[in-house]
């Protein structure tokens, strides 16, 4: 395995751990779909001065079958995110979280899965061990067991619940998109398919809207869901409670939000450029290792303690990276 492609699957996981503590922030002061959109516009606004970059300063130069082709993918890959945004709010707004946060933690599975079966991606019987060694490091680093042992001692409670079928249905959109991205990018080139994207996210994005009417009887909706921006990275939420509720200037709310997309656009960036370094599953489980970046965020400012299950996922997912760069 090329130490550069885990480099820069390390690089996406800061990337996108860091995003994910700016939509955070943002979300608490301006509101869950303001911050959404807002970080999705400009994020767009940044992928396109981008590319103005590459097209006028680097005479880099698209075909009009990468055109085709990357936007085609494109609707595809800009459904499944705004189908995992949707899925994902909605699972948030009824729970359980304690169940759905590690559900999502395994997105990265299943777009190995694609891989291997639609791309015909090779991988040794041990890569795939230490690959399977990561993902679980981190859903298990995504796990309060304390949560879990409540929620299933809960008289009638059934692990099949709604919240948890809408979390599956997220996993599931996630996965599928960072396979498109990376299809995309070995047909297209790494910059075509976030464009696209983006783009298709934001148009299936605006009906979110028409949902949020629907959902106005639910008084406690807006407070409990974080921005659709962290769609995947939840471990850190009640981490950062106690400093959130501190109000700031409003200014700082829309600056963080786009702060946030710029960063998300440079995590995705690099992702579609690692997926021609390294495999397109190799390189998803990695950067899926972001939920440990917010985890430390989170024990850094608010001192809080991993459980013992938390420690030993941290030490696998650390041990599968070193084995699999040697």
């Not at 981008?50 to 085709?68: D, K, N, P």
């Not at 690959?131 to 796990?143: E, H, P, R």
């Amino acid at each position: 395995m090329q130490p550069l492609g885990i480099g820069l699957g390390m690089t996406v996981a800061l990337l996108w751990g860091t995003a994910d503590i700016l939509a955070t922030f943002a979300a608490r002061r301006i509101g869950t779909f303001k911050a959404t959109i807002l970080s999705q516009c400009s994020g767009l606004l940044a992928l396109l001065a981008f590319g103005s970059i590459m097209l006028a300063g680097w005479h880099v130069h698209f075909t009009l079958s990468a055109i085709a082709v990357s936007a085609l993918i494109g609707l595809f890959t800009g459904l499944c995110a705004a189908l995992g945004y949707f899925a994902f709010y909605r699972a948030l707004s009824i729970g359980p979280m304690a169940l759905v946060s590690p559900l999502t933690a395994t997105s990265s599975a299943f777009t190995l899965l694609f891989a291997v079966i639609m791309l015909s991606e090779q991988l040794t019987l041990g890569r795939l061990g230490l690959v399977g060694m990561i993902i679980f490091g981190i859903v298990l680093a995504s796990t309060s067991l304390a949560e879990v042992r409540v929620l299933v001692q809960k008289p009638g409670y059934s692990l099949w619940s709604q919240g948890v079928r809408w979390g599956l249905v997220a996993t599931l959109a996630f996965g599928a998109m960072d396979f498109g991205i990376g299809a995309s990018a070995s047909l297209t080139g790494w910059f075509l398919p976030v464009l696209w994207t983006r783009i298709f996210s934001i148009l299936f994005l605006t009906f979110m809207p028409l949902w949020k009417r629907r959902q106005q009887g639910m008084s406690t909706l807006t407070p409990v869901i974080p921005s659709l921006q962290e769609s995947r990275s939840r471990l850190s939420l009640q981490q950062l409670t106690a400093i959130l509720h501190v109000q700031k200037p409003l200014v700082i709310g829309l600056f963080l939000a786009i702060m946030a997309g710029i960063v998300e656009n440079a995590a995705v960036l690099t992702f579609s450029f690692d997926t021609r370094i390294a495999t397109t599953g190799i390189t998803s489980a990695i950067a899926s290792s972001y939920a440990l970046v917010v985890m430390l965020f989170g024990l850094v400012v608010c001192h809080e303690r991993l459980a013992r299950n938390q420690l030993v996922g941290v030490g696998m997912f650390m041990m599968g990276v070193v084995l699999l760069a040697l």
